[in-house]
Nanobody, 115 residues
Framework: QVQLVESGGGLVQPGMSLDLSCTAS????????MGWYRQAPGKQRELVAL???????TYGDSVKGRYTVTTDNAKNTVYLKMDDLEPEDPGVYYC?????????WGQGTQVTVSS
């Protein structure tokens, strides 16, 4: 059973930056890709950024060029650097990964963008 713990959410003004991190524990197996999804009120959960075990990254169209996803494989941790935050970026950001044919979600961390 993999546990994912996110941290780093908060309230920022438009144009500012925020960093998120997520650490996986509870398994000695290799993790699949690690990623971030977000869900705004009344909307479906959407992909924000994904990084494969080999380092290939995928970003949602709305965050390309502003967000950067990285990992520290030794620490089973994925990071999300969010720059130039926009009013459309708020939501609950969830960490996701998989191992041993199962997929797991973190509890989520709230990101609010407001002036």
């Amino acid at each position: 059973q993999v546990q994912l713990v996110e941290s780093g959410g908060g309230l920022v003004q438009p144009g500012m930056s925020l960093d998120l991190s997520c650490t996986a524990s509870g398994t000695s197996s290799n993790l699949y890709a690690m990623g971030w999804y977000r869900q705004a009120p009344g909307k479906q959960r959407e992909l924000v950024a994904l990084i494969a075990s080999g380092g290939t990254t995928t970003y949602g169209d709305s965050v390309k060029g502003r967000y950067t996803v990285t990992t520290d494989n030794a620490k089973n941790t994925v990071y999300l650097k969010m720059d130039d935050l926009e009013p459309e970026d708020p939501g609950v950001y969830y960490c996701n990964t998989g191992a041993d044919d199962d997929y797991y979600w973190g509890q989520g961390t709230q990101v609010t963008v407001s002036s």
